[in-house]
């Protein structure tokens, strides 16, 4: 943006007097960040295990319903409006279809219910994707070593309506298939379930900094291959907008952009073009690599955390998943 007069010039014009105090520097600021601005993400899992480490992500731990349900009840207590659901579950269920994922007694469903029995109040979103639950580890149904997109739909309008129909306040497709908006509101629409939020990964790129993830939901070892034939290549931009004008034009209520912080220029473009709510995933990667420097004392864990997060909110966004969020909602406290 150009200034729309001449700046005074020094010794007149001396912006320090601006940032020379506390008091000043927070009556000024031109953004700010509250607990309000996270949703805090749950890798789940159908092991016996209340909480399991996640080697990768320090701080972070599978959990077990139960224990999603009392970390939705820390969400409350903190301030923080929705939580995330990740599924981890055991190999032995995983097949081609991600048969697993449209079970209406699987985990996610049971962690929706554990959860809104505990929280109420608190916004569950959960995940519409088939990688956790196939034994191949992509995101759709693979024939002939292809992915097959409208025959993935089908697999993914159903899953949502599994969330929606457990109690899912937002259902959040990540799987980059073309068309996938459109076939969910449908059934969502079909199935008298109207108010759910759609909330889509319209902008997910095919990224480096989802490995601890796939670790953490135990699709890293079944994945054959990339996910480059619909994950976006990260060399591009205009392509992001066009991904966002489909999924808001198929009735998507909000947008997202995969990974975050490496990611914030598209951020931008988004909630300038769109003016709908913009949401960015400060991913696995970004988690891991920021705990890896905090572990070896490079980097100051309470600043680092708070720069980075308040960063998403500079650049546009409404809110913003992370993996810090209870931290981060206990310093802003
Ligand atoms: C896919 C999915 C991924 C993440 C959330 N949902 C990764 C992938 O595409 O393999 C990554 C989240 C993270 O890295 O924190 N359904």
Same mark, same amino acid.
Do not use: H
């Given at each position: 943006m150009s200034t729309p007069f001449a700046p005074a010039a020094f010794p007149y014009a001396r912006p320090r007097r601006l940032r020379s105090a506390p008091w000043v520097r927070r009556l000024v600021a031109e953004t700010t960040l509250t607990p309000a601005d996270l949703v805090w993400p749950l890798i789940v899992h159908d092991g016996a295990e209340e909480r399991i480490p996640v080697a990768s992500m320090p701080g972070v731990f599978r959990l077990s319903p139960k224990a999603a349900a009392t970390a939705a009840v820390e969400a409350r207590d903190l301030?923080?409006?929705? *939580?995330?659901?990740?599924?981890?579950?055991? #190999?032995a269920i995983k097949d081609g279809v991600g048969t697993g994922a449209t079970d209406p007694d699987g985990l996610i469903p049971d962690c929706i219910k554990a959860i809104k029995d505990a929280a109420p109040e608190v916004g569950v979103m959960t995940d519409v994707a088939l990688d956790c639950f196939t034994d191949h580890g992509h995101d759709g149904v693979l024939e002939d070593g292809r992915i097959v997109n409208d025959a993935t739909l089908e697999r993914l309008a159903e899953q949502a309506f599994i969330h929606a129909h457990a109690g899912a306040d937002v259902v959040a497709p990540s799987d980059m298939m073309d068309g996938r *908006?459109?076939?969910? @509101? =449908?059934?969502? =629409?079909?199935?008298?379930?109207?108010?759910?939020?759609?909330?889509?990964?319209?902008?997910?790129?095919?990224?480096?900094?989802?490995?601890?993830? %796939?670790?953490?939901?135990?699709s890293a070892k079944a994945l054959s291959g990339d996910k480059k034939t619909y994950q976006m290549d990260y060399a591009n931009s205009d392509e992001a907008l066009r991904e966002v004008a489909m999924d808001i034009a198929e009735g998507a209520d909000?947008?997202?952009?995969?990974?975050?912080?490496?990611?914030?220029?598209?951020? %931008? @473009? *988004?909630? =300038?073009?769109? @003016?709908?709510?913009?949401?960015?995933?400060? *991913?696995?990667? =970004?988690? #891991?690599?920021? %705990?890896?420097?905090?572990?070896?004392?490079w980097l100051d864990e309470e600043r680092g955390i708070l720069e980075s997060l308040h960063a998403f909110k500079r650049a546009g966004c409404a809110g913003v998943l992370s993996y810090f969020a209870p931290q981060a909602a206990r310093l802003l406290a």
């Open positions: 301030g923080i409006p929705m *939580v995330a659901l990740f599924p981890n579950v055991d #190999a *908006v459109q076939a969910i @509101r =449908e059934a969502l =629409e079909a199935n008298g379930l109207q108010d759910v939020l759609i909330l889509s990964y319209a902008a997910k790129y095919a990224s480096a900094f989802y490995g601890p993830y %796939r670790d953490a939901v135990g909000a947008v997202m952009v995969k990974p975050g912080m490496l990611y914030l220029d598209i951020v %931008r @473009r *988004v909630s =300038e073009t769109f @003016r709908v709510p913009t949401f960015a995933y400060q *991913v696995s990667g =970004e988690y #891991a690599m920021m %705990r890896a420097a905090m572990a070896n004392g």
